[in-house]
């Protein structure tokens, strides 16, 4: 057999249609690939990334409009050494945003615990107030809280931004400890207090590791939402005490600036090299 028949004999068996077992297979992996499931995740994700990379390639045009008019680091350039304001407001928030995870974490994680291991009258009462600040609008929360600091006569400022992002991130802290004390296992405490361990060692050494995996989920809630939050913020903030998301409000009703589009690059580049250095961390954290 010569080369050219040999050449003929792959293309024939190329060409011909699969038969039998093996084209049952392919059928079903042909409606895998295109299923109408998957059909609708790639458009989700396509929808959802879309404008993110719009907002990356805009972020090097030359000029503000959304022409293309060539590729320029002109607005990183404007981010780094021109935007003073704008950092400021992104320390405001970074600060309030670590501020009030933590303390929204430690409140909310002794309040679960304490609920979860005591009986008292009052149990259920405290349970449903807790989640209130979850399941209300956020307009609502902010006029309160408005009201509240001008009845108290206390000046808007960071302390009562910070004070307000406490208060709507306790729920979540609360709801994910709470979830993860439902499947903890109470005969560990007795064995705890049976070794001589005290309520304050049984707390440290026992149900906080226990806990540790709810804790730090909703310690990474609670600094997401408070990034992101501007309903609140905006009725409690003063002269001053910008955070980012009321900045940026701020700047836009002048035009979208390039400049926000450079900070978004950056926040989403940190973003990615934080959840992957923290990716193990969390997986040793969930797996304990």
Partial sequence: MNFRQIVRNIVTSLKAP???EAARHARRAYRRVFSFSQTIFMATIVFLFLPLFVLVLYSFNASKGMNWTGFSFIWYEELFFNSRDLWRAFWHSIVIALGSAVSATIIGTL???GVNWYRFRLRGYVQTISFLPMILP???IGVSLSVFFAGIKMQLGLLTILIAHIT????FVFLMVMARLD????SIIEAAHDLGANEV???LKVTIPVCMPGIVSGFLTAITISLEDFVITYFVTGPGSSTLPIYIYSAIRFGVSPVINALSVVM???TVVLTF????FLKYIAAK
Avoid at 168 to 171: M, W
């Fill in 18 to 20: 699969p038969s039998g």
């Fill in 111 to 113: 309040g679960a615990i």
């Fill in 138 to 140: 956020e307009i609502i």
């Fill in 168 to 171: 709507f991130n306790l729920p």
């Fill in 183 to 186: 499947e903890f296992d109470f």
């Fill in 201 to 203: 060692q049984t707390l």
């Fill in 268 to 270: 989403i580049l940190g």
């Fill in 277 to 280: 250095l923290l990716r193990n």
